[in-house]
């Protein structure tokens, strides 16, 4: 499977489980990983709770990285 922007935020900005991010977002878990295969995107009602996750830990999230996955060095 190709890295989504969703899974890449998860995996590498956030360092969170599907499980973890799901309760953290009031979804399941299998919404989740919807949003990882198809269309692999965070729907944009997510992004400031996504965006304070981050925040939290210590991570760069830009806007851009909810629609692509970046390029490595970016």
Same mark, same amino acid.
């Given at each position: 499977?190709?890295?989504?922007?969703?899974?890449?935020?998860?995996?590498?900005?956030?360092?969170?489980?599907? &499980?973890? /991010? *799901? $309760?953290?977002?009031?979804?399941?878990? %299998?919404?989740?990983?919807?949003?990882?295969?198809?269309?692999?995107?965070?729907?944009?009602?997510?992004?400031?709770?996504? &965006?304070? /996750? *981050? $925040?939290?830990?210590?991570?760069?999230? %830009?806007?851009?990285?909810?629609?692509?996955?970046?390029?490595?060095?970016?």
């Amino acid at each position: 499977m190709a890295l989504t922007p969703a899974m890449f935020i998860r995996v590498h900005v956030l360092d969170m489980s599907q &499980k973890s /991010l *799901a $309760a953290e977002l009031d979804v399941t878990q %299998p919404r989740v990983s919807k949003w990882e295969s198809t269309p692999g995107q965070i729907p944009k009602k997510h992004h400031d709770t996504v &965006k304070k /996750l *981050a $925040a939290k830990k210590k991570r760069r999230l %830009p806007d851009s990285y909810f629609t692509r996955v970046p390029i490595e060095g970016e």
